[in-house]
């Protein structure tokens, strides 16, 4: 019972992160220096308190958590809808009134969503897949990176999968959470919209920004 | 007009079942979709074959007995009950496929009849009030605003067809459990229990095997009595208010 | 006329207790013999019916501590036919302040009920209407209420007062949910067995006492023996005997009928109550019909064209050529005279001629001056949800053309003959709700049916069914009791016939000619000539129907032809009884305008010297002569008038 709680708490750190997580990224168009400074601060950060990377590893640790909860979560909840009407019990005519393609593909686009974060990480992160060059710097990871059309081609894909996630993932949160009252749900379908637009469009500048060379 | 069904027919539980088409002649504008299927049985049963069963008993839309998924959609295009569709929303040489509720929860026990015990027995678990007969205060000992008494209404008026599981991707029964917790924790009279019936009810809302929420809405959107989605969110606080106070689960 | 029947002695209503009428229900209660609530648990009841009659009581009794069984047709107990109930609740608070009382709510209903039910009766149902109203306010019923917090009322059926509490137009449905959830409260709690998809077929009856039923597991077929100190039916009406009603399609007399076929009296089986605003048929599958609102009456105006034949769009007909009718003949109540009234002037539009719609059975109701005078947006939020269902049902929009509207089988006042205590002439046997006969006489009034079935239930048997039950328990029985045996056997005996005869005809055909019979002649307007007619037709159908029906399928499952079969073979008989009687009533009363009983200016003449009291018929046999008994009506407290609506 507490599991669609867990599930709606989870994806909402997750939603933060990923706010967190664009801004930081469009701080590429402050050239080299200050992202990299910023990509510094954040393993600094909290120090002395804490140890070198301390924040980021907490944050990580929180990360990592949460995505294996929500998946677990987003897992059960599965398994019992297809216990709920099993394989012999299925439509043979089946139509949608109002869903929505978001609610349609939270399932798969969730995988998708982790699948790309794995290589995601791969790539910038610990640089093991490294298309365009590895590099110390995470500026010229970004723009070595980006500057080859599939890689991006790969990030517009997955960030599709994301934005649709999120759509109908915002909404949910909310609903789940008791914030859907009568009369609110218009406005928290649009917000639910806006703000995966948002994300969405804030994550693909940086790329497109480096594939048509304005960040170089 | 002339229609052409395929419709669902199982012998019994066990039986696989199969979607079986027949044609229909004549057919008013004016007709139910169940007097649509009184003709054919009638039919059927002159040519010696065993008439289609289907629930219903009033036939106008308040008991909730009656119920099929039409072309795919619990209760079929119009926002109604089965027996108040009319064949005016179909057109001359339609194809119409029938079928029962699917859900685990709600068994088939003969071509499009299934067994909803499973509401029953959510609200053996709470949907009630306490209030053993001759205990009651006079009615006006506690006035109910008129907003809060509005509010329970909506969420009273459910009458407990199961569209909403039929038409639930997750084939979940929350809608009718929020409706329940809705009716019953808007008034006065329900808050001793209600922190207690929202759990209990949630619970063998699981028990029975109905898939959990994901706030698809499929259900408010086919629900003959527009049973708003945002019932949902309110069981969903209620919830999570019952479990912070420490309600067991 | 004495060859239809045989008259035998007098019957008397020996529990109603003497003396001043409001001490009367407070002086039974006292006399009635109490069960200890630790020997409830020894004492078992079954009860059949969970509308607003049979769940309330399966409730109370079960929280009493006593152990219930019951059955309902249905899937589930919520959705019994007291669901369908639109208009209204009555009571006696006088929560408006304007002159009502118990006294008044005890007197509109014995007048409204043409001096034709029991005054002690009657003073109880109006003294409990009170409590039942707080009753389903604790349950959370959600009653209409204003602003300020508190219950709204409405005047409701041509009364002046406004007693009438209502939730919406589902007031049936809202006070049914309560009285269920308070049962699957006691389910969960173990002291009452539900048992759904189960029908009664077979009272058992031993040493002359009721102690059990046979039922149909209507999933499995299988045959069931249940037992019990005592057994309670709240069943319902059995206005579907008319094939056309307003009752949802399983309503049923089977219950009750076979328990009268055990020997338990039925009384006034012709009383039938015909409601003005229906929605008219519209072709011959049509099914069911619906009903609308009385509340139309208060802003529509009723009218038809005055030339016989006249098929043009109605808004094309002028208005010098249009009728009026009611408020020509009725001036000082017009379109609000009373539902039989209406009712059959309808008819009588319709027989001349003059009737809309298909067939030409239908009037015209018309809000197009309501629209002009209150404004379409005033007429949108008093009525549009009724008008929303007009339009989906007619697919017409009644804002722009008049809605047509025909009298329908409505309530049966009819019913099983029960005692003060609603225990009928088989001891161990109540009855609760439409089922029996006891408190509406020969016309109900609006809103009174919800009132009475929750009274029953709630209130007067929990307080009576202990006078009986404390000589219980009662000797325990099993399926080798022969009663019993032979009760089960009689059962599957008759379910084989009727899927052996395989014949060529539908039961519905055959219920759809017995419900034409029973319309035309036993319907708003009978005569001699008529009913006898009807009574040699319905013999020749009978006939024909145990020779040429067609039940497919077996009995070991779910088979709803054979359900309606079952119902339909008992409909037969009671048609047969529900026209002698209409045949030996010589008056005019209630709901029912007998064809030789009226005054110069054709209106219905009762016949008080000859006709008040109760009839309460004997069997004797299928086909055989059944037997009268009679039971005087004695009104100490209102006095005896003829209506007059003019
Ligand atoms: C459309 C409509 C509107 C109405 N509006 C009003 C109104 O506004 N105000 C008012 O006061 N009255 C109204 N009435 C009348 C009122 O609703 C009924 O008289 C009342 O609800 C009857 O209640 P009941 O409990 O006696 O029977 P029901 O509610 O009919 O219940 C019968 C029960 O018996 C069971 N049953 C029947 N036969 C069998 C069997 N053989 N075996 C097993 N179970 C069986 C059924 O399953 C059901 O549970 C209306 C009636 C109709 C039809
Ligand atoms: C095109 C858009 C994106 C760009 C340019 C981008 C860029 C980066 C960079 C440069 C890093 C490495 C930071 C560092 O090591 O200091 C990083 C890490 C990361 N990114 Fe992205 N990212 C993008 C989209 C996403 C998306 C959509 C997600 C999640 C769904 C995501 C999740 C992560 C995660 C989990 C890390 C690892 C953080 C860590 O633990 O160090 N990124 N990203
Ligand atoms: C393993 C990968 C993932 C899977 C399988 C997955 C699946 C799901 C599923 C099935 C839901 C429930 C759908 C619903 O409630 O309507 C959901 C909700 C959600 N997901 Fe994911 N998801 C995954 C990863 C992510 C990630 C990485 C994020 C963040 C970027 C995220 C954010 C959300 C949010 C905010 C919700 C709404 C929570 C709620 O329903 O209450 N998910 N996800
Ligand atoms: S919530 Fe709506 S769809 Fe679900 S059971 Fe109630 S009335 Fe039917
Ligand atoms: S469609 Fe199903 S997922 Fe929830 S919002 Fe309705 S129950
Ligand atoms: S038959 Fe009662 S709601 Fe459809």
Known sequence: ???????????????????????????????????????????????????????????????????????????????????????????HTKKSVQRSYASYTMRWGGVVVVLFVIYHILHLTT????????????????????????????????????????RHGIWSAVATLGGNRAGRQRSLNIIATGLSLVVTIGFLIPPFAVLLGLVK | ?????????????????????????????????????????????????????????????????????????????????????????FKDGDVIDV?????????????????????????????????????????????????????????????????????????????????KVTHL???????????ARVVKMVNQHDEEDFGGCTNIGECAAVCPKGIPLDTISQLNRDLLGSLASGNPK | MTELYIEGAPIKDEKAPEGPIEQRWDKRRFSAKLVNPANRRKLSVIIVGTGLAGAS??????????????????????????????????????????????????????????????????????????????????????????????????????????????ARGQTGQQLLIGAYQALERQIAAGTVRMHTRHEMLELIVVDGRARGVIVRDM????????????????????????????????????????????????????????????????????????????????????????????????????????????????PSFGNLVPRDIASRAAKNVCDEGRGVGPGGLGVYLDFADAIKRMGLPAVEAKYG??????????????????????????????GLWVDYDLQSTIPGLFVTGEANFSDHGANRLGASALMQGLADGYFVLPNTINDYLASGPFESLDENTPEAKEAADAVRARIDKLLSVNGNRTVDSFHKELGHIMWDYCGMERSEEGLRKAIERIRELRDEFWQNVKVTGTNEELNQALEKAGRVADFFELAELMCIDALHRRESCGGHFRAESQTEDGEALRHDDEFAYVAAWEFTGTGEQPVLHKENLEYEYVEMKQRSYK
């Open chain 2, 1 to 89: 007009m002339n229609i052409t069904l395929r419709v669902w027919r199982q012998k019994s539980r066990d039986d696989e079942g199969r979607m079986v088409t027949y044609q229909v002649e004549d057919v008013s504008p004016d007709m139910s979709f169940l007097e649509m299927l009184d003709v054919l049985n009638e039919k059927l049963t002159l040519d010696g074959h065993e008439p289609v069963a289907f629930d219903h008993d009033c036939r106008e839309g308040i008991c909730g007995a009656c119920g099929v998924v039409i072309n795919g959609v619990a209760h079929g295009p119009e926002t109604t009950t089965t027996c108040q569709l009319h064949m005016r929303s």
């Open chain 3, 57 to 166: 009581a399966a409730a109370t009794l079960g929280e009493a501590g006593y152990q219930v069984t019951s059955f309902c047709y249905q899937d589930s107990p919520r959705r019994a036919h007291s669901i369908a109930a639109q208009g209204g609740i009555n009571a006696a608070k006088n929560y408006r302040n304007d002159g009502d009382s118990i006294y008044r709510l005890f007197y509109d209903t014995v007048k409204g009920g043409d001096f034709r039910s029991r005054e002690s009766n009657v003073y109880r149902l109006a003294q409990v209407s009170v409590e039942i109203i707080d009753q389903c306010v604790a349950q959370g019923v959600p009653f209409a209420r204003e602003y300020g917090g508190l219950l709204d009322n409405r005047s409701f059926g041509g009364v002046q007062v406004s007693r009438t509490f209502y």
């Open chain 2, 185 to 195: 924790g808007m008034l006065p009279q329900g808050q001793p229990e209600r922190a």
């Open chain 3, 385 to 414: 949800n009724l008008f929303d269902m007009y339009q989906r049902i007619t697919g017409e929009n009644p804002y722009e053309v008049p809605m047509r509207i025909y009298p329908a089988v409505h309530y049966t006042m009819g």
């Open chain 2, 99 to 179: 079928e029962p509720w699917r859900a685990k929860a709600f068994p088939v026990i003969k071509d499009l009849v299934v067994d909803r015990g499973a509401f029953d027995r959510i609200i053996q678990a709470g949907g009630y009030i306490s209030a053993p007969t001759g205990t009651a205060p006079d009615a006006h000992a506690m006035p109910v605003p008129k907003a809060d008494a509005d509010r329970a209404f909506d969420a009273a008026t459910c009458i407990g067809c199961g569209a909403c599981v039929a038409a639930c991707p997750n084939a979940s029964g929350m809608l009718f459990t929020a409706a």
């Open chain 3, 219 to 330: 999933v499995s077929g299988e045959i069931e023996t249940h037992f019990a100190d005592a057994v309670v039916l709240a069943s319902g009406g059995y206005g579907n005997v008319f094939f056309l009603s307003t009752n949802a399609m399983g309503c049923n007399v089977t219950a009750t009928w076979r328990a009268h076929r055990k020997g338990a009296l039925f009384a006034n089986p012709c009383y039938t109550q015909i409601h003005p605003t229906c929605i008219p048929v519209s072709g011959d599958y049509q099914s069911k019909l619906t009903l609308m609102s009385e509340s139309l009456r208060n802003d529509g105006r009723i009218w038809v064209p005055k030339e016989a034949g006249d098929d043009r769009d109605p808004r094309q007909i002028p208005e010098e050529e249009r009728d009026y009718y009611l408020e020509r003949i009725y």
């Open chain 1, 1 to 91: 019972m507490a599991l669609k709680a867990a599930m709606a708490v989870t994806g909402a750190i997750l939603v933060l992160f990923l706010i967190a997580h664009m801004y930081g990224n469009l701080m590429i168009f402050g050239g080299p220096q200050t992202f990299d400074t910023y990509s510094a601060h954040l393993r600094e950060l909290g120090e002395p308190m804490l140890p070198y990377e301390g924040f980021l590893w907490i944050m990580r640790v929180v990360l990592l958590a949460s995505v294996l909860v929500h998946a677990y979560a987003a897992v059960t909840l599965w398994m019992r809808a297809r216990r709920a009407r099993p394989a012999g019990q299925r439509y």
């Open chain 1, 127 to 166: 640089n093991d897949i490294a298309p365009g060059g590895a590099s110390a710097s995470p500026y010229e990871r970004v723009v070595n990176g980006f500057q080859i059309w599939w890689v991006v081609l790969s990030y517009v894909i997955a960030l599709a999968a994301v934005g649709f996630h999120l």
